[in-house]
């Protein structure tokens, strides 16, 4: 049983505007979070991370939201640009654990 | 910068045949791992080392094995391949020691097997 998810498979926004990439997870002892990109034919790339201790992360034009009450983050990418066309996975882990969990991946595509 | 390099960017085998996935990092890396990724699944680990000669079976070990005889170079192994292994394989390092450790990816190694 997956224990993040990224239930939406892919996303298409206008330049300029928001993109919101969502993710939940299952198990309550997650404590740190993080968003990876990935382009084709490319290992992912670390993004931005969040500690449960936080409820928000910003850097630049990417922002991290974490709702632990609700077992929900989500990205917030503004404004979007085309070259943040890619697959933005979110990934979980507890504490003491050197290892992550993965969710399944959104593809984000960018219209000029 | 750290550097996750992965010998292979494709590879083509057999079905039966012995396959070896090598990864080398040069950040000096506590923490190697082996995921495949594949369409609606995301990334699954299939094994991680701790340490120099240490593993342990991640989510989807069946079929496969594992070698860390340095610090800087996690081995995967298909003893022998099926065509259910078709997948592309990432390697990733991370520091260790600390709670919060960021994994760095390799390129990938995209493995056909017919």
């Known amino acids: 049983d997956q224990q993040v998810k990224q239930n939406s498979p892919s996303l298409s926004v206008q330049e300029g505007r928001i993109s919101i990439l969502n993710c939940d997870y299952t198990n309550s002892m997650f404590d740190y979070f993080l968003w990876y990109k990935k382009y084709p034919a490319e290992g992912p790339t670390f993004l931005i991370s969040i500690s449960s201790i936080k409820d928000k992360n910003e850097d630049g034009r990417f922002t991290v939201f974490l709702n632990k009450s609700a077992k929900h983050l989500s990205l917030h990418i503004v404004p979007s640009q085309p070259g943040d066309s890619a697959v933005y996975f979110c990934a979980a882990s507890a504490p003491h654990f050197n290892k992550f969990y993965f969710g399944s991946g959104t593809k984000l595509n960018v219209k000029p | 910068d750290v550097k996750v390099t992965q010998s292979s960017r494709y590879l083509v085998k057999r079905t039966g045949e012995k396959v070896f996935l090598e990864c080398v990092q040069d950040m000096d890396h506590e923490n190697m791992f082996w995921y495949r990724q594949d369409p609606g699944l995301g990334l699954r680990l299939i094994y991680f080392s701790y340490d120099v000669k240490m593993k342990e079976k991640g989510d989807i070990p069946e079929g496969y094995s594992v070698s860390r005889e340095k610090k800087e170079r996690f081995s995967l192994i298909l003893e022998s391949a099926s065509t259910n292994q078709t997948s592309m394989y990432l390697c990733?390092?991370?520091?260790?020691?600390?709670?919060?450790?960021?994994?760095?990816f390799g390129a990938g190694t995209r493995l056909s097997v017919l």
């Open positions: 990733a390092s991370s520091l260790g020691g600390t709670d919060q450790n960021i994994q760095y």
